[in-house]
Nanobody
Framework: QLVESGGGLVQPGGSLRLSCAAS????????IGWFRQAPGKEREGVSC???????NYADSVKGRFTISRDNAKNTVFLQMNSLKPEDTAVYYC??????????????????WGKGTLVTVSS
């Protein structure tokens, strides 16, 4: 099971930190990623990290978002800074193998969380 938390309402330019906690299995050997889905749009990849802490980011969030993992806590984090209204979406964490994860292919994921809503608005 994957459980996301940390979403909420924030003003443009603000920050949020999302968490994704795993239970029932260890994240150590998986690639983990964050996807998002805005109303009326397809789910898109945001960021991912593999077991060696190599990372990938969508162009739209590079320089603003940072992904990290704490294997001891079986948790992955997404620090989101300089948030924009276009970042508004439900954010999902997912677990999968490296190839689909790093190409942000949502069809290649093994597990999904239920999502947490991020709203960026003044």
């Amino acid at each position: 099971q994957l459980v996301e938390s940390g979403g909420g309402l924030v003003q443009p330019g603000g920050s949020l930190r999302l968490s994704c906690a795993a239970s029932g299995f260890t994240l150590d050997y998986y690639a983990i990623g964050w996807f998002r889905q805005a109303p009326g749009k397809e789910r898109e990849g945001v960021s991912c990290i593999d077991s060696g802490s190599n990372t990938n980011y969508a162009d739209s969030v590079k320089g603003r978002f940072t992904i990290s993992r704490d294997n001891a806590k079986n948790t992955v984090f997404l620090q989101m800074n300089s948030l924009k209204p276009e970042d508004t979406a439900v954010y999902y964490c997912a677990v999968g193998h490296i190839a689909p994860m790093f190409s942000f292919n949502p069809n290649g994921m093994d597990y999904w969380g239920k999502g947490t809503l991020v709203t960026v608005s003044s």
